[in-house]
Every structure is written in C-alpha cells, then in structure tokens.
C-alpha cells in the first residue's frame, strides 16, 4: 500500500499544488486590485531578495576561493 502511495505521489500532489497556485493568484490579484500601494512595496520585496541573492553568493563564492598563504 505504502508502495502504491509513492509510486503515483505525483498524481496526488500536481491537482493539489494547481490548486493552491491558483487561489495564491487569485488573492494576490484581489489584494493588488484594493490596495495598490501594496505592489509598490511587493517591488521593494522582491528587489531586497534579489539583493540579498546576490550577496549571498558572492559572500559564498569568496570563502571556496582558496586561501593565499605566502
């Protein structure tokens, strides 16, 4: 049984996954639609997490460089 669960998970979660996706759209549009200075601060949002992207691999590609002992 638990075998036939994990075979056809898939089939399981993919009408689940479609239909949070769905209503996480449709009240995004609902919340953007009655206040609109919302969108100006989700622009902040997303420009911080791209920010804070960047950083982190820069930050993470300079600890592998390797150490110059000389």
Do not use: K
């Amino acid at each position: 049984m638990i075998h036939f669960f994990h075979r056809n998970m898939a089939l399981f979660l993919a009408p689940i996954m479609t239909a949070v996706a769905i209503t996480l759209y449709n009240l995004s549009c609902l919340l953007l639609r009655h206040h609109h200075a919302m969108l100006h601060d989700l622009h902040h949002a997303a420009g911080a997490l791209i920010l804070l992207a960047a950083f982190y691999t820069i930050i993470r590609y300079m600890q592998s460089l390797p150490d110059d002992e000389g």
